[in-house]
């Protein structure tokens, strides 16, 4: 589980790396009005991943802020250097600020056994802020979605499915409504060239 954890996010940078190359060969395949429709479909779904991916860039950065802060208030020592260890390991949704928190713990039992609790109490605050405020708002926005729904998307897909769930249910609502928002326009458009050519 934690190295499928850890693979999803890559999975969808890579997905996005080689769409110029994924795209052509599905779309290739048709002619017409579908091959258009295709078209624009995958490219919409390239920019809802691109956004994703974007969006999850700076909730990491965010919260590496806020850890950050707190590291400097407690005077915890390397504050910069884990800070910015813990924005790469945010990457990692859910389990990646834990992995963190590691070598944080390891600097305060060193320097200062008191700043563990610190330490551990940082951390909380910073994943509650991140996953209650920040999250819904900027993948809210970044996928067009309101940030009620992001919040229960993740709190259904957390019931149904556990952490994998939870980790792919946001792009994945946001790649359904792509898709079926493209496919009601597409009908639209054929009813409205129906209806001028009657």
């Known amino acids: 589980v934690t190295f499928t954890l850890i693979l999803v996010p890559f999975f ?23 091959r258009a429709w295709i078209k624009d479909t995958l490219s919409d779904i390239n920019r809802v991943l691109s956004s994703y991916v974007q969006g999850q860039v700076l909730i990491s950065f965010l919260l590496a802020t806020m850890i950050f802060i707190g590291y400097i208030i407690i005077d915890l020592e390397y504050a910069l250097l884990l800070a910015i ?3 790469f390991m945010n990457m990692i949704p859910f389990i990646g600020p834990w992995i963190s928190l590691a070598p944080a713990v390891i600097v305060a ?16 605050i910073a994943q509650q802020v991140e996953s ?19 919040i229960s998307l993740v709190l259904a ?6 952490f994998i769930a ?8 946001a790649v359904i409504k792509v898709i079926v928002t493209n496919i009601y326009n597409e009908r639209k458009k054929i009813k409205e060239t129906a209806t001028k050519t009657v």
Do not use: C
């Not at 080689?18 to 052509?24: C, L, S």
């Not at 209650?132 to 992001?150: A, E, F, R």
């Not at 897909?157 to 556990?162: C, E, H, L, T």
């Open 157 to 162: 897909a957390g019931n149904i499915g556990g």
């Open 109 to 124: 039992l060193v320097t200062d056994p008191v700043n563990v609790i610190w330490v551990a109490l940082i951390t909380l």
């Open 85 to 87: 260890f813990a924005f």
């Open 166 to 173: 939870i980790i792919v249910a946001i792009p994945t609502y």
């Open 132 to 150: 209650n405020l920040i999250t819904p708002n900027i993948m809210g926005k970044s996928l067009d979605i309101h940030p009620l729904t992001v």
């Open 12 to 34: 969808f940078v890579f997905m996005l790396k080689d769409h110029e190359k994924f795209a052509p060969n599905i779309y290739e395949k048709f002619s017409g009005q579908r």
